[in-house]
């Protein structure tokens, strides 16, 4: 099963090292990993996703919170959350299909951030399962030059956020 788990982490040189490191000592895949400063500026919350049975994610769970560096753990897939992914579409589109491929990205919620025949550039943020959707059918109408994608970023719909307590 795939998992979703956000991380509070010290904003320290060699902190990210040691999480990845525990994933690939114990042989674990990271799907996505995304990190950046929160409100405070010594944690930063890493988001990553990977793949495995509830036993497997509490004992990954577990290990992450042994790690000096970490200062909270959620697997937010174990409540109701909310997850977008961000993907960077560069397309070569045929002039006549151009309005066809604007109309799309319109529709389904996305941007085109530039319209160039060699290098129509667009712009989705949804969940994995629409930006899958998006990129297949994008594929169908347009040559796809260049697919990059953020990997997911989560929140919890709780009332508890995921924040350092002092």
């Given at each position: 099963m795939r998992h979703i788990i956000a991380i509070l982490l010290?904003?320290?040189a060699g902190a990210l090292t040691r999480v990845a490191g525990l994933f690939s000592t114990r042989g674990y895949n990271?799907?996505?990993l995304s990190v950046a400063p929160t409100d405070d500026p010594t944690v930063s919350r890493l988001t990553l996703v990977t793949k495995g049975?509830?036993?497997?994610?509490q004992q990954i769970v577990n290990q992450l919170n042994k790690l000096v560096d970490v200062v909270n753990v959620e697997d937010m897939t174990l409540g109701e959350h909310l997850e977008r992914?961000?993907?960077?579409?560069?397309?070569?589109?045929?002039?006549?299909?151009?309005?066809?491929?604007?109309?799309?990205?319109i529709r389904t919620g996305g941007r085109v951030l530039d319209p160039a025949v060699?290098?129509?550039?667009v712009e989705l943020t949804a969940s994995e399962a629409e930006v899958n959707a998006f990129v297949a059918?994008?594929?169908?109408n347009a040559d796809l030059l260049e697919v990059v994608r953020s990997g997911a970023l989560g929140i919890g719909r709780n009332a508890r956020p995921l924040r350092v307590v002092r």
């Open positions: 010290q904003n320290e990271i799907e996505s049975s509830d036993a497997v994610i992914e961000l993907v960077l579409l560069k397309l070569k589109v045929r002039p006549e299909r151009t309005d066809t491929v604007r109309g799309h990205v060699d290098g129509f550039i059918d994008l594929g169908q």
